[in-house]
Structures are given as C-alpha cells and as structure tokens.
C-alpha cells in the first residue's frame, strides 16, 4: 500500500490500513515527541494522541505534503502543547501553595520521571542538565533542534515541516547550539552538577 | 581571551561544523590547552546524553492500546478544552475583582489624607521615586 492509498484507507475508517500507519511511523513518532518532552511514558502517550487526531480528522489531509511532514506537525505542536501546560499547571501549584500552604514536597520529588532506574547518578544528573537546558531553549530552535539532532533530518525537510525557509532553519539551529552551548559551559564552570 | 575564542566554538566542532581553518586553530589549542579539553569532554559527554536517549525501544502494546483509545469517544478532549478555557477566565476575572477592590478601597481610604499638610503628600511620594518598589518591598520581608 502507498502513501495515498494508506489515507484514503484511513479516510473511509479502515483500520488494517490506520495499523499499518500506524506500525510504519510508530517509531519516528514516539522519538520526536521524546525529543521534546523527554520521557517515554509521555512521549508514548503523545504519540497515541498524534494517530487518534490523524485518524479522526484524516478527510482534512490534503495530500500536498508526506505523511511525515503531517505526522512531524502534529507530533511537535502536541509535545510543545504538553510543556506549555504543564508549566502552566505547575505555575498554578505554586500559586496554589503560596497561598493554601505547602503540600507534601516529598510526593512531588519521588514522581520525578526516571524512565531508567538502573542509571548511575552521574548519567542521571547529566541528562538532567541537558534536558534544562533544551528546556530553556525558545520554541522554534527547539523543534528545529529535535528534528534534527534526534531525528537526524536534513535542513530542507526541517524547513518543510516548519514551514520556514532553508535559512531560518539553518539560523535556528546555530542559535539552539550556541545557547545549549552557554548553558552547558556555565554548568560546568559553576560546577552545577 | 584565546580559550574564550576556542570555547564558544566547541560544540560546532564536536559537530564537525567549523571550517578547515578553525578547525586546526581549536586542534591546535586543545593539544595545548588542559582546561578547553575537559570543558570539550564536558560538552561531548552532555550532548551524548541525546544519543543514549533516542530511539528507544519500541513499545510492544502500542497499537493494542491505541485501538483501545479508539473506541472512546473524544468526550475527554472537549471537557479538558473547556477546562482550559475556564481556568484563565477565572483567574481573570479574580485579577479584575482584586484591582477594582483595591480602588474601591484605595479610594475611600485615601479621603481623609487629603486635609493633611501637602508637604507630608509630596515628601512620600519623593521618597517612593527614590526608592524602587522592589527594594521598598523586600526591605519590609
Ligand atoms: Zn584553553
């Protein structure tokens, strides 16, 4: 099955060919989203909700562009939506303690994600401090940064996706760089970890 | 000077993105240079942590799962949106409820002030464009 026949499957509610959609970009799904998001529990959770919205809107694919590029979209809009709500939400919880009282600090601290418990301190601490650092990043560099270092894809195709030019990407990327670049080198300098 | 020129090329050369030249100057220094090559270890071992977390392997209930979800409707979704939309709203409009009662009050309370001398009004509010609010504030913590 192609790219075009695998939609209209889709867009008539076929579900062997939404399966085989499904099973193709799977992982490349599930990997952007953890580029953003940095946990795999999340990022699968993510991703399921990127195929439920192809699958319940797929009469909205035009079929101008891949099914990648659609998949790419959605996958980072919905990882940056997640962020975006969840400082939100931890915003509120610190509203919401300055004002009710502290709650049990110690809950929050053992739910920290630690998709690998096995990992020594050393790997730990480091992964923290570049996830806080990607954090920090602003959104665009981040997703042109994720779409590039974790999905390895060529600037033109990055410009695709983000609907940018060649340029923009390529200045994106440099500016992800540099910061990643300060923060880490200011980590190391301050000792952070 | 020189480890600050070399140190904020670092991670275009862990990349391999520096030009012939650049390149041999940075070699060239790290040979040299004992702190620039630790910080360079620091930044390689950072940016590994990328490669180490990609790609993970693949979840083996993913679809089952996902058919599952299928099934519901998106009841959930909508509910959450309004949920969304609500908690902004609410917070609005207790922003608005506070500022229009600090008026109200600011109002009525400062009523009486006005039969006090004017040399006690101006002086007060000398003294505020004095000192900023932060440090005003922080003083009274
Ligand atoms: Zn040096």
Known sequence: ??????????????????????????????????????????????????????????????????ISTWLYRIATNRSLNFIRNNKRKRFFQSIEETFIGGRNRTNEISETPTDQPDRNITDQQRADMLYRAIDKLPEKQRTAFTLNKYE????????????????SVESLIHRAKKNLQEQLLDCYKKKCV | MKHDYIQNDLIFYLDNELSVEKKMVVEKHLEECADCRSLLVFLQDGMQVIEKEKDPEASHFFYTRLSARLEEKPKFQAQSQWLQLLQPAVFSLLLVIGIYGGLKIGSNASFPKLNQPATIGIQMLNDFETEPIESFLLDKL
């Open chain 1, 1 to 66: 099955m192609d790219e075009t026949q695998l939609i209209k499957g889709i867009q008539q509610g076929d579900r062997k060919a939404f399966q085989i959609l499904v099973e193709n970009y799977q992982r490349m799904v599930v990997n952007t989203c953890l580029g953003i998001v940095h946990n795999k529990a999340d990022a699968e959770d993510l991703a399921q909700d990127v195929f439920l919205e192809i699958f319940r809107n797929a009469e909205n694919f035009r079929g101008e562009a891949k």
């Open chain 1, 152 to 167: 390895e894809l060529p600037y033109q195709q990055i410009a695709e996706i983000m609907d940018i030019s060649l340029a």
